[in-house]
């Protein structure tokens, strides 16, 4: 028996569950990198974005994520 520690969900329900959640209508997604976390891109008609999924077990580095990123944000 093989152990699966991570699976990626399927491009098309998580794009479907961040148009619904974000409101941003992107039409395209990509997975750029996993690591941490998933990164994917994402685009709509004029718009580009990044959307980074975190694994469960990762949910500490997500949260620190988020202190620098405001942290940053405050610095300019």
């Known amino acids: 028996m093989i152990s699966i520690f991570h699976s990626y969900p399927e491009c098309s329900s998580l794009l479907a569950a961040i148009n619904n959640h974000y409101r ?4 395209k997604l990509y997975l750029y990198r996993d690591m941490i976390g998933s990164v994917y891109f994402l685009e709509s008609d004029d718009r580009r974005y990044v959307f980074k999924l975190f694994r ?7 949260l620190q994520s988020l202190e620098v990123i405001s942290y940053l944000r405050n610095l300019y």
């Open 24 to 27: 941003i209508n992107a039409t």
């Open 56 to 62: 469960f077990e990762a949910t500490d580095v997500a």
